[in-house]
């Protein structure tokens, strides 16, 4: 499943007050993120994912994501707390003239099937040390 949002972030947004948007997903394992930043952005609009108030993507709550013209995309597998099933998009825009609209998307396995693949992974991994492969 992919879930989309977009955050338009007003020009003179500060970290301290940020525009925000909220991602609804479903119970589940978030394995793809990306984070788009449109040709223009000039790295002035930076944006933060959050899971409740825990920062979670970038891992360093002191860290941002910000770019000009790309995307960020990696694998992931961080399985969702619990409901409500949201993450929140947090954003502030150094421009002082333009606002800025960055995509995040997200692929998400549902939790049964994810519970169970890492319960193959698990069992195939202690089978290959049993054996010394």
Known sequence: MLYTTQLTIPANTTRASPATATLTLA????NRVMV????????????AIFEREHQVWPGDPDEDFSWDDF??????DHELEGPPYELEIRGWNEDDTYPHTILVAMALTDITKAREA?????????F?????I
């Open 27 to 30: 119970p589940g394992v978030v």
């Open 118 to 126: 890492r319960g193959i992974l698990a069992f195939w991994n202690r």
């Open 36 to 47: 788009g930043f449109p040709f223009g952005c000039a790295n002035l609009a930076h944006v």
């Open 71 to 76: 995307i960020f995309a990696w694998d992931e």
């Open 128 to 132: 290959k040390q049993t054996v010394g």
